[in-house]
């Protein structure tokens, strides 16, 4: 038998855990079971527990579970047939609601709030969650499929050790890593394509700084070249999409070395403060224009695949040059970064932790990479984009690898 305050407590949870899911049921234009319903299906939850344990008999508890599944039953009927709105959602959170109940009766307080604060969520998210389903297409939703099977299957099987000769090469960590960098790029891509491009091109650059920085900056100098009046816009998108991908850079580092990211944080900031001051006091007329979403779904089998085997070269080839010095590594990363620095960052983050490098050296390989990444915009504009936009973003991004390399270099210095 529970204490009598203890009893008060178990039930003033219980309440509460049932009465959270009730409330948003209550919001509905329709209420077939409110909030008080919701609390008093919790509390049976929990009484019955009290009750089971009292009479030293588990087949009430299983009795009044069959109740509560008759009432659910009742709930579905009345919902369905006589207010002719279909759908089961309500019964199933009557039934998970009396469930929380029996975990408070069982003093799992922690496990009956936390399942409620969850239960909730996925209730209140309704509207964000169908136009989510809505926006992603056939092969999408395969694609997340098999990103699962990576991420459920794969990811807890595979060796957490090295398995390469030179001991560079951790499966579990490069599985790890593709998973942190294609959901990022997966969410941005999501966003981009929910918010529309059309909507403004900065828009189009901070969202696709999560996905692909390069491509992003590619299609916003096409959109310039067509149509010369959006030729500022696309300069802060630009801009825009070099300090997102600094940010995805420093979250990437995070997710695998603190120490690396203790030493890249103060640089990359900098360079995004840079970045983001020069775009605030810029003035443009933006007029929008359709355009099509500027970079491919990363949430993908054969993305995931090219980002791996360039981590796994990049690494190879940065343990190689480390024998010649720093130089090395940081010539390395300048040249990656052209490429990729995200695969950079995680690549020299990786061998940081791995003990390969030293966390200071990794972490200014990655300042160097976003440096290069940076400046290698000027080049892809000048090949993508029209002169005018050439000589105007040729100021921003310079101004922002010169703050990466000089805080850098004091930091070194200090």
């Known amino acids: 038998m529970v204490l009598q305050a203890e009893f008060i407590k178990m039930l003033i949870i219980a309440a509460l855990v049932g009465g959270l899911v009730g409330i948003e049921r209550e919001m509905k234009e329709k209420v077939v079971a409110g909030m008080r319903t919701f609390m008093l299906a919790s509390i049976l939850g929990a009484l019955s527990v009290v009750i089971s344990d009292a009479l030293?008999?588990?087949?009430?508890?299983?009795?009044?579970?069959f109740g509560i599944l008759l009432v659910t039953l009742l709930l579905g009927i009345i919902k369905n047939i006589n207010l002719w709105d279909i759908g089961v959602?309500?019964?199933?959170?009557?039934?998970?609601?009396?469930?929380?109940?029996?975990?408070?009766?069982?003093?799992?307080?922690?496990e009956a709030v936390a399942g409620s604060v969850i239960i909730t969520g996925i209730l209140v998210t309704k509207k964000y969650s169908t136009s989510f389903s809505k926006t992603l297409t056939h092969s999408e939703i395969i694609n997340a499929l098999e990103f699962g099977i990576i991420a459920f299957v794969l990811y807890p099987v595979v060796p957490d050790y090295p398995v390469d000769p030179f001991g560079l090469i951790n499966p579990r960590m490069l599985v790890l890593i593709v998973i942190v960098?294609?959901?990022?790029?997966?969410?941005?891509?999501?966003?981009?394509?929910?918010?529309?491009?059309?909507?403004?091109?900065?828009?189009?650059?901070?969202l696709g700084g999560l996905v692909n920085s390069e491509a992003t900056t590619s299609a916003l100098a096409i959109k310039a070249k067509k149509y010369e009046e959006l030729v500022q816009s696309a300069k802060t998108a630009i801009v825009y999409t070099n300090c997102v991908m600094l940010a995805r850079n420093l979250v990437i580092a995070g997710v695998i070395s603190i120490e690396v990211l203790r030493f890249m944080v103060l640089?990359?900031?900098?360079?995004i403060a840079a970045g983001l001051l020069y775009s605030a006091t810029a003035k443009y007329k933006e007029k929008p224009k359709e355009m099509e979403t500027p970079v491919e779904?990363?949430?993908?089998?054969?993305?995931?695949?090219?980002?791996?085997?360039?981590?796994?070269a990049i690494s190879i080839i940065v343990d190689t040059f480390k024998d010649y010095g720093v130089g090395g590594v940081y010539i390395t990363a300048m040249l990656g970064g052209l490429v990729s620095s995200a695969a950079v960052t995680a690549s020299l983050a990786s061998l940081g932790a791995l003990g390969s490098l030293d966390a200071?050296?990794?972490?200014?390989?990655?300042?160097?990479?976003?440096?290069?990444?940076?400046?290698?915009?000027?080049l892809i504009v000048r090949i993508s984009g029209t002169k005018d936009l050439l000589k105007i973003i040729g100021f921003p991004s310079t101004l922002m690898a010169v703050v990466g390399i000089v805080v850098l270099v004091l930091q070194s210095a200090i």
């Not at 030293?56 to 579970?65: C, K, S």
């Not at 966003?191 to 901070?206: M, S, T, Y």
């Open 56 to 65: 030293e008999e588990e087949l009430f508890l299983i009795i009044a579970f």
């Open 89 to 110: 959602t309500t019964p199933v959170a009557f039934l998970l609601t009396f469930l929380l109940g029996v975990l408070a009766g069982m003093q799992m307080y922690f």
């Open 181 to 206: 960098v294609t959901s990022i790029g997966f969410a941005g891509f999501l966003a981009l394509r929910q918010v529309g491009v059309e909507k403004g091109l900065p828009i189009v650059g901070a």
């Open 267 to 271: 640089p990359q900031v900098l360079m």
């Open 297 to 312: 779904s990363p949430f993908a089998i054969l993305p995931a695949i090219r980002f791996a085997l360039l981590f796994t």
């Open 360 to 378: 200071y050296t990794a972490a200014s390989g990655c300042v160097i990479a976003a440096v290069g990444s940076t400046l290698g915009k000027i």
